[in-house]
């Protein structure tokens, strides 16, 4: 692309649509239609220049590109909020290129675009969640060669994967990854989960919507489809379990069964916890939503 | 674990793995291949091709409880035949069947995944040298674990449990269990590539040139523990060996192997005795 392409060439528009051309939509769209034929399956896709670096979202940014419609309504979130960084340069972008409705409540979003949470109350079947994604491929931790991890794919060949998990177990008790644990999706491929928390991985398993996970430097998109299956990997004697934030409650909207960031009062010091969804929390304190009670001892304990 | 161990026995001498005409070849072959090439020619590559037959019309039946001996000289197909039999290798051609486990179809023809999981249930693999067999940065306890995982147990105490009693078992000190097997010896490596191949009691256990590179008296321990564990659990192995002592110590029934093709098999004692083929012969005597 050259300096003059982003002039206007005739009329007020300087772009497409959604940024890219028709062409690189439809090659993105192509992909996702297999990756949701193949829940977990990651498919690479060809993708174009683009106006922001890639590993700033730009994967989930793409498939955003490609899938919305003037009428869609759309929510951006970073780290649960609205208001990051990240969020307002990706949601800057989308509606300078689109002109779409934006949102901070996720029950009016039609198109949710997020890195590193799902929204508190669940995602309906109308809804897309659209997931950047730093780190497509589960397998990295335990094999640095790319053939050989689409071999192990292939052949549902996770043992190695298996073995991390123990070693982890063995090294310091419990499963300790916080974010991207692996899940085998459909009862087939192990899938990293975007950087969410554990915490969504519930929400994942056998959601109402449709999920799309983009990761812009690998150049794959993979999906979950609408009622799916989605089981984090865990030995039957150590099940998996959600994080626990003991008697903590969110500062702002009093929800203690959200999933609470820690934050640290600039004059006192003092910590104090929020919830990591600020839309919800917003909800909550405009009396629109009650707030979310912790209800298990240790957190949602998930998976029958 | 003694659920995996489950499975009704088979009857006393039954047949456990039948291999029949088995085949790997590199290149596209031709029909002069396998009538070019073999012991009677003393050569592995087809001069109207180029392909090398690796492996040709390998038969032979493998009976509960029996360790099967085979020997050969280096590029004999000693080891692809057992790598072909563990599905590193696909053969390119023959059959092979894993009998007693419901399992009586052809398994060559089987998709990668089919081939993993039999392989994770019915057979366990000890390699020449434990780099290959063993991840040497994983603790020894994740490496016995690994096969357990592949066999589907997914419980980590019994996982830990087995783990700690087969590494007891092959006298790897307890402590060791958590300790990566760079750290150890080689022979302590090798008796860990054991424990590994043991872990999903498989009914065939394949040894590959288990002694080579070990000094004699930590060769004897290995041969030892191997011997004892079969008259204890009653496994059938196939014992790779360019070492007549090891197959003469170990082995029930020999193959002898040159240029991928079988020259002579029989009782291990008449072969060490009475040699017939003059390949044999020169081996028998060449280790006198």
């Given at each position: 692309m050259t300096p003059a392409d982003l002039l206007p060439a005739s009329g007020p528009r300087r772009f497409n649509f959604a940024f890219l051309n028709e062409g690189a939509k439809r090659e993105v769209r192509r992909a996702l239609l297999k990756a949701v034929a193949l829940p977990g399956h990651q498919v690479p896709f060809a993708s174009p220049e683009l106006p922001i670096a890639r590993g700033w979202g730009t994967g989930g940014l793409q498939v955003t590109m490609s899938l919305i419609g003037p009428a869609d309504v759309l929510k951006i979130i970073d780290q649960g909020c609205d208001g990051s960084v990240n969020a307002v340069n990706l949601r800057k972008l989308l509606v300078a290129t689109t002109g779409v409705r934006t949102t901070s409540d996720s029950r009016e979003a039609t198109i949710l675009q997020s890195r590193h949470r799902l929204p508190e109350i669940p995602l309906a079947a109308h809804q897309l969640a659209v997931l950047q994604v730093p780190?497509?491929?589960?397998l990295r931790l335990v094999e640095p060669s790319e053939v050989e991890t689409r071999r192990m794919h292939s052949e549902a060949d996770y043992a190695r994967m298996w073995v991390s998990l123990y070693e982890d177990v063995v090294q310091n008790?419990?499963?300790?990854?916080?974010?991207g644990y692996p899940c085998r999706v459909h009862g087939t491929y192990i899938m990293s989960?975007?950087?969410?928390?554990?915490?969504?991985l519930p929400l994942l398993d056998g959601a109402e919507h449709l999920t799309l996970l983009g990761a812009g430097r690998e150049k794959r998109v993979y999906a979950v489809p609408p009622y799916t299956s989605v089981k984090p990997l865990e030995f039957e004697d150590l099940p998996f379990t959600v994080e626990d934030f003991g008697s903590a409650v969110c500062?702002?909207?009093?929800?203690?069964?959200t999933f609470l960031d820690e934050l640290y009062d600039?004059?006192?010091g003092a910590a104090f916890r929020v919830c990591s969804d600020s839309g919800f929390c917003d909800l909550v304190r405009a009396g629109v939503v009650p707030p979310k009670r912790k209800t298990a001892p240790a957190g949602r304990l998930a998976h029958g | 674990m003694g659920d995996t161990a489950a499975s009704p026995a088979p009857a006393p001498?039954?047949?456990?793995l039948a291999v029949e005409n088995l085949e790997k070849r590199y290149g596209?072959?031709?029909?002069?291949c396998l009538a070019l090439t073999g012991p009677d020619h003393s050569t592995?590559?087809?001069?109207?091709?180029?392909?090398?037959?690796?492996?040709?019309?390998i038969s032979f039946d493998l009976r509960e409880g029996e360790i099967l001996g085979v020997v050969g000289e280096s590029g004999s197909g000693k080891s692809t035949l057992v790598q072909c039999i563990y599905f590193d290798l696909d053969a390119t051609g023959g059959r092979m069947r894993f009998d007693?486990?419901?399992?009586?179809?052809?398994?060559?023809?089987?998709?990668r995944i089919e081939k993993r999981r039999l392989r994770g249930r019915l057979m366990g693999m000890v390699y020449q040298n434990p780099m290959r067999g063993l991840r040497?940065?994983?603790?020894s306890g994740a490496n016995v674990a690994e096969k357990l995982l592949e066999a589907e147990v997914f419980h980590f105490s019994r996982i830990r449990g087995r783990a700690q009693s087969l590494l007891d078992r092959t006298e790897i000190?307890?402590?060791?269990?958590?300790?990566?097997?760079?750290?150890?010896?080689g022979g302590m490596q090798q008796r860990i590539q054991i424990a590994k191949a043991l872990a999903n009691n498989p009914p065939l256990l394949l040894l590959d040139e288990?002694?080579?590179?070990?000094d004699v008296s930590v060769q004897a321990r290995v041969l030892d523990l191997i011997r004892e564990l079969q008259r204890e659990m009653g496994i059938s192995m196939i014992v790779v060996s360019h070492d007549m002592g090891v197959i003469r110590l170990l082995a029930d029934r020999t193959l002898v192997m040159k240029n991928g093709g079988i020259v002579e098999q029989g009782l291990t004692d008449q072969i060490l005795e009475d040699p017939q083929h003059p390949y044999t012969q020169l081996l028998v005597h060449s280790t006198l």
């Open positions: 780190l497509p491929e589960p008790g419990a499963i300790s990854l916080a974010a989960p975007s950087p969410l928390p554990r915490w969504d500062a702002r909207c009093g929800s203690s069964g600039e004059k006192t | 001498d039954a047949v456990i596209p072959g031709c029909e002069s592995n590559v087809c001069p109207r091709c180029g392909s090398v037959t690796a492996l040709r019309l007693g486990q419901n399992d009586a179809a052809d398994v060559t023809r089987l998709p040497l940065d994983i603790t000190p307890a402590s060791y269990i958590d300790w990566p097997p760079r750290t150890l010896s288990v002694t080579s590179g070990l």
